[in-house]
């Protein structure tokens, strides 16, 4: 057996319990510390295992496994073979394809796998429940706790904002409230970014991985890192995306997307000057600057 980190032994005999043979373990992790993944083989059988970092991020997984079991097909999404509470454990399926955030796509590679996220994930919200009032008190807590936070990051980035920054930063943190009040809540995967996205270029296959953050809010949130971090600047990839996903937003989802994105932009600039990263303070600008002038 090979491993490229130091593999729990507790986890080694669940692992070994679930998948008798185990040959090779790699580490897989994403480069942050509460990221714990590795792919074990036992001959030419493979699977993930994971350890969440916390109860709740377990506890979400394995629901968020169950439920894509029900709404998605098995090349569209892992399935949980095997899960230990007590360790915080999942082991899942391989799904064929690449991760597609550092993929080098073509354009209209690029247009076509928006298009597949954007219908697959419509699939994913049709098939919800409408949430509990818990639900609904957690959304309301985590919207004012956003309004909180551009309040808190207007007073100190005032003086690197436009006049019209200034604005939206200010109506997110009056509106997020009421705004996210007046939609539906729609089980979320919770973290739908590229990184969470599999292209398989062989199949033309899309795949979902990853579902330690699923949880009921508004459809419109799934949408605030793409629309930050990638249709800021490529506005014919969200015009792609809703095309799969099937209908426009309403009024009131726009309006919301926006002040979210905002919300994020502002977070990304106060951080990027108080850590003195170059990085963060340029994609606050970025994003905040294509809110300001009425993104869509």
Same mark, same amino acid.
């Given at each position: 057996m090979t491993e490229n980190k130091p593999? %729990? #032994?507790?986890?080694? /005999?669940?692992?070994?319990?679930?998948?008798?043979?185990?040959?090779?373990?790699?580490?897989?992790?994403?480069?942050?510390?509460?990221?714990?993944?590795?792919?074990?083989? &036992?001959?030419?059988?493979? &699977?993930?295992v994971k350890?969440?970092?916390?109860?709740? /991020?377990?506890?979400?997984?394995?629901?968020?496994? &169950?439920?894509?079991?029900?709404?998605?097909?098995?090349?569209?999404?892992?399935?949980?073979?095997?899960?230990? %509470?007590?360790?915080?454990a999942i082991m899942s399926s391989p799904l064929p394809g690449k991760v597609v955030r550092d993929l080098p796509l073509e354009k209209e590679v690029e247009l076509r796998v928006h298009r597949y996220a954007g219908r697959l994930l419509r699939r994913w919200h049709d098939q919800s429940d409408p949430g509990s009032e818990q639900d609904r008190q957690d959304l309301r807590a985590a919207m004012r706790e956003q309004a909180q936070e551009a309040a808190a990051c207007l007073e100190s980035t005032a003086g690197h904002l436009t006049a019209g920054q200034r604005t939206l930063v200010e109506a997110a943190s009056r509106e997020l409230p009421e705004l996210a009040e007046q939609l539906r809540l729609v089980y979320q995967h919770?973290?739908?970014?590229?990184?969470?996205?599999?292209?398989?270029?062989?199949?033309?296959? $899309?795949?979902?991985?990853?579902? /330690?953050?699923?949880? $009921?809010?508004?459809?419109?949130?799934?949408?605030?890192?793409?629309?930050?971090?990638?249709?800021?600047?490529? #506005?014919?990839?969200?015009? &792609?995306?809703?095309?799969?996903?099937?209908? #426009?937003?309403?009024?009131?989802?726009?309006?919301?997307?926006?002040?979210?994105?905002?919300?994020?932009?502002?977070?990304?600039?106060?951080?990027?000057?108080?850590?003195?990263?170059?990085d963060l303070v340029e994609r606050g600008h970025l994003i905040l600057d294509r809110m300001a002038h009425e993104y869509r």
């Open positions: 593999f %729990p #032994p507790d986890l080694r /005999a669940w692992v070994t319990d679930n998948l008798p043979g185990v040959d090779e373990v790699t580490d897989v992790s994403w480069p942050r510390s509460s990221s714990r993944v590795w792919r074990v083989t &036992a001959g030419p059988t493979a &699977a993930f350890l969440s970092p916390t109860e709740i /991020a377990y506890d979400r997984e394995v629901l968020g496994y &169950a439920y894509a079991a029900r709404t998605l097909a098995e090349d569209e999404a892992p399935r949980l073979l095997a899960a230990n %509470p007590v360790l915080k919770g973290d739908n970014s590229t990184r969470k996205w599999l292209w398989d270029g062989e199949s033309g296959r $899309h795949g979902l991985i990853d579902f /330690a953050m699923a949880h $009921h809010a508004p459809a419109v949130e799934e949408f605030v890192w793409l629309c930050g971090a990638v249709w800021a600047t490529r #506005p014919d990839l969200k015009a &792609a995306y809703f095309a799969g996903y099937g209908r #426009p937003l309403s009024d009131t989802e726009e309006r919301l997307l926006r002040l979210l994105t905002t919300r994020l932009g502002v977070s990304y600039l106060n951080t990027g000057l108080v850590k003195e990263r170059v």
